[in-house]
């Protein structure tokens, strides 16, 4: 198990307050809730990076296909039309 890290964060009040409402309603520590919200945030954020970096690689490849925007919405309001 890893020994625990600490952190300083500023927050706002009304943040403060919310966080502090819902470690009691989930009998859970604030930290707990702290680490839990940053875990996820993370976890989106850094997918959302390496998908950009793979969308790149693939743009940057010399047999890269590209769609022009007209025929993409074209067929997305379509889509959305059925």
Do not use: C
């Amino acid at each position: 198990m890893l020994k625990a890290a600490s952190v300083t964060v500023r927050v706002k009040p009304t943040t403060k307050i919310r966080l502090e409402a819902l470690a009691q309603a989930t009998r859970r520590s604030k930290s707990y809730v702290i680490e839990e919200a940053l875990e996820l945030y993370l976890d989106v954020n850094e997918w959302q990076i390496n998908g950009i970096a793979q969308a790149l690689a693939e743009a940057d490849r010399p047999d890269a296909v590209f769609v022009d925007h007209d025929k993409v919405l074209a067929k997305w309001e379509a889509k959305v039309a059925r």
